[in-house]
Each structure stands twice: as C-alpha cells, then as structure tokens.
C-alpha cells in the first residue's frame, strides 16, 4: 500500500533531522543485495555509530532541500538509494561500505556529502582509503611522543654507564 502524504512528510522531516545531525553522507545503490547482506552492513554500521537507510529519490531531494546541506550541488540519482549516515565519524560511512562493496558487487557508491560539500563517487573512495579517527589520533601521539622517549632514553644512558663502571669496579675488587 503506497505511503500517504502525512507518512511521506514525517519520513522527509526524520530524513532533515539526520541529515543536519549527520557529519557526512554516503548515497549508494544497494539493489541486488540480499536481506541477509543488508543486516550484515547494517550491523558492521551500529558498531561504528552509523545509520543505513533505504530513501526514495524524491523524498532524499526533498529533504536535502529543507537541511542544513542544501548548497551541496548534486546530481540527479536513479530510482531507491540507501544513505549511510556518519554522526559520529565522518570516514565511518564511507569506509565501511567501500569495505563491504569490495566483496559485494551489487552494492556501489553513488556519491556523499562531507560537510555541506558534494564528493563524487571517486572522493568517497579516496575518502574510504584515509586511515581511521583513532588511528590518526594515535599516529599523532606515537610522534608527540617520540621524541621524549628518545630524551629519557639518553638521559638513562649516563645513568646505565655509571651502573656499568660501578659493577665492574665491585667485579674487580670482588
């Protein structure tokens, strides 16, 4: 039975409410994919804190129309389209399905949206290749931090020289 016009609106005013709420977008076409795919992605996405929803193009512009995102230039996408919505992490969306893509052909992306701004389909993919929040994050201490074990390490080695010297002086005496 096909939606009425109330359900149409409260679906386009759920779909306003995520997207202003949403860090980055990813429209993909999922037809072909199996329920059982579905869940599986959808499961990979509630682990990092991102949603999967399946949209109707007309009601996706719509609300894109009515967001916060609106500037975003976009094409026209053919027929059903599922947006991953990242509120936490804007790589997540993007990189899990790139991920989940590379062992499913019929699931492809169509394009994003990353801070109000359109990425076409090959910036979603290089987008999927960055390395992760957390990771970055520890990249950035691991280098905050080199250089102060190399310090303490040097500091340590006049001490482990004085314990050396020491040894061998109660070694001989002994």
């Known amino acids: 039975m096909p939606k009425t016009r109330k359900q149409k609106e409260e679906d386009v005013k759920n779909l306003v409410d ?21 869940e599986e992605m959808r499961s990979k996405m509630r682990e990092q804190g991102v949603s999967y929803k399946i949209v109707k193009n007309t009601l996706f512009e719509v609300a894109r129309a009515k967001s916060e995102i609106k500037d975003a230039e976009m094409e026209q996408q053919e ?4 947006v991953a919505f990242g509120v936490e992490d804007e790589v997540s969306p993007a ?37 992760g929040k957390q990771e970055l994050l520890a990249k950035t201490v691991g280098t905050i931090k080199a250089p102060i074990t190399g310090f303490v390490n040097v500091l340590a080695g006049n001490l482990r020289g004085l314990v050396n010297v020491l040894n061998s002086i109660k070694d001989q005496k002994a």
């Open 95 to 131: 990189k899990i399905v790139y991920d989940f893509a590379k062992g499913h052909n019929n699931l492809e992306i169509l394009a994003g949206i990353l801070d109000g701004k359109y990425l076409a389909k090959s910036e979603v993919e290089s987008l999927a290749k960055l390395p």
């Open 18 to 38: 995520q997207m202003n709420e949403a860090k980055s977008l990813v429209l993909t076409n999922y037809q072909g994919l199996t329920v059982k795919e579905l």
């Open 79 to 82: 027929g059903q389209i599922a």
